[in-house]
């Protein structure tokens, strides 16, 4: 019987062993003291420090913990040994390092952990999907035991990138109030000269099916669309809105968000990041001092102004949880897009769509933060992670040799006037620019729903900034499905003027995040302007009439899970009131309350079946999210609601 090769290995080499070696040189720095006092998990600690070479000589620094989300194994030369998931956590280890190389130049002891995280772009269209939302509370969990499994760590540096691994760390900072500590994002991929953007490059095969490109051209620009090795995506997705968030709420460093990966500027970065979190533990700050209601605030102000994500209405509440702050709502984010205009020009929200490496040129967030604070919107003693507030850093960046040389830079290198980047209000008004996200309600949504209605092409608004259509359903209950439709170029395919409803997709399924479909219709010239409904949720860079959150979802008996293809649906969005709704009409001349009444009475659609393909690690997701306030409350676990219910379900019952 023949055995495969691989069961023992021909080299002899092999054989060559030794049951003991001489062990680390030199003596822990032990006091009678620290061994009477110290418990022993402290003293083996040192013990594997110096197991692992470091010197004992150096062992009394205080310690600092780097986390990350790096993935891949990089050569020295940069080279792939084995691939990440995405560029976003390709290079963050170079970061952990210019950190680790600060904390030891100034005495201390860094230690580092990682938690990798998932693409959304890969995932997208697969069963991965069904895990990408869901992962990041367990990654947030997981940051958090790391940072609890080295008890003598005096702060933390989190470094993360892109769509729910940067959300993760956030929570994971937010809930470790008690220490020092910055993050550190990831920074941008550069444009491609020749290529795509990494938004649009992700319709080739749909744009194939339609036979809009050729197999040559897709294989090109597939290759291509990525400028360099790391750094998150070109445009204001969700991995770039998260971190114009973070440097936002105070835990970043000025200027910090969307930095372009590999380049020294980034470097620079990490290394002075070290340099705060070490001044912020010497002063005895912590992160208690920088998390609070007014930086909520700031960071919710400055999202709307910069066309972000619609995810970070899931994220910034779940931060705030972990924080243990009061989770903004609905009631909130429509309050502060009433007020606050959209200042950014960016993919994908244009008009010009600039890319994001262009924003961090023109003065990323500080820069909008200066207009921001003229117009009275920001909360300016808001504390920072460079101890000062908010105010303070922005006097010192509206001075700084920093900001006329990296605005002088984007002249030079793009010929790109920076104020057309980062526009003034009045000159955001005169380019059309509206407030970010309207709310809407209705009677398929009658817990709401939201629309990314900045990114609506003016083409379709009326003079008054509204989109109206009226027309009939096409149902789906799966992206899968959905997807053949948009390819097909028979008789089944999408028609002018029909509306996308995809149901089934909302938390009980994991909230798979649908670009698949909301790029499809937007690339595609036969689908502009078509209108998309779904329980489910979208990439940041979806554009158009796509109206997601749409609750209660389907699974819960929503009505979304009611319609059948053909109904009459009516949408209204006012891009300027920021309000709409999303109506079943019914027939012609139904009244709108007979129309209600009726899908109230109908039954959930035949075409909803249960996803075989969500884990049961989902479906755990799923149901304690759904009794901590669901995704409008951030898709967290509310600990004490969820042992109050499982209380009440083990009481006995009474008599």
Sequence with gaps: MSHPTFLDSADPAI??????????????????????????????????????????????????????????????????????????????????????????????????????????????????????LPYRNDAATVFRRLIRSLPTCRGVVGVATCDKGLPAMMMALAGTKHLAGV?????????????????????????????????????????????????????????????VVGEALGLSLPHSALSPSGAAIWRDMARRSALAVMAMEARGATLASVLSEDSLHNAMVCHA?????????????????????????????????????RLVDVLPNGPTHYATVQVFLAGGVPEMMLHLRDLGLLRLDAMTVTGQS?????????????????????????????????????????????????????????????VKSTAIEPAFLDADGVFFHEGPARFFASESAAMVAIKSRGADALRQGEIVVLAGLGPASGMPETYQVTAALKYLPKAKGVVLLTDGRFSGVSTGPCIGH???????????????????????????????????VGPADTPLATATAELAARPISD????????????????ALQSVSGGSWGGCVYDAPRIKQLLRKASAPAQP
Aim: aromatic share 6%; glycine share 12%; with cysteine.
């Design 15 to 132: 054989y060559t062993l030794r049951t003991t070696a001489p062990g680390p040189a030199g003596r822990l720095p032990l006091t009678a003291q620290m061994l009477r006092n110290a418990t022993s998990g402290h003293i083996f600690g040192m013990t594997q420090n110096a197991g692992m070479g470091w010197d004992p000589r150096k062992m009394l620094g205080k310690e600092f913990l780097i986390l990350s989300t790096q993935g891949g194994i990089r050569a020295p030369d940069g080279t792939p040994v084995a691939l990440g998931y995405h560029t976003g956590h390709w290079e963050v280890g170079l970061l952990m390092e210019e950190a680790a190389r600060t904390f030891s130049a100034h005495g201390a002891t860094p230690f580092a952990g990682y938690v990798s995280d998932p693409c959304d772009g890969r995932s997208n269209g697969t069963p991965a999907m069904l895990d990408s």
């Design 607 to 622: 075409q909803l079946t249960p996803n075989p393909d969500v884990p049961a690690d989902t479906e755990l997701w799923a």
């Design 390 to 450: 908010l105010g303070e850093n922005l006097a010192w960046w509206e001075k700084s040799e920093r900001r006329a040389r990296l605005r002088e830079k984007l002249r030079e290198l793009d010929r790109v006037d920076p104020g057309r980047v980062i526009l003034s209000p009045p000159a955001a008004r005169a380019a059309g620019l509206t407030s970010t996200v309207s709310f809407l309600g209705g009677n398929l949504a009658p817990e709401g729903a939201l």
């Design 305 to 341: 102004a910069v066309g972000g994500s619609t995810n970070l209405v899931i994220h910034v509440p779940a931060i705030a949880h972990a924080a243990g702050l009061r989770r903004p709502g609905v009631a909130d984010w429509t309050r502060i897009n009433a007020l606050v205009p």
């Design 183 to 243: 993050l550190v994002p990831g920074g941008t991929t550069l444009r491609s000269e020749e290529g795509e953007d990494t938004a649009k490059v992700q319709t080739l095969a749909v744009r194939f099916a339609q036979e809009e490109i050729t197999l040559e051209y897709a294989a090109d620009m597939g290759c291509r669309a990525c400028g360099s090795p790391g750094g998150g995506c070109q445009f204001m997705g969700t991995a770039a809105t998260s971190q």
């Design 550 to 584: 749409i609750s209660p979802e389907a699974w819960a008996g929503g009505p979304l899970g009611k319609l059948r293809d053909g109904d009459r649906l009516r949408v209204r969005i006012d891009t300027r009131k920021l309000e709409g709704s999303v109506d079943y």
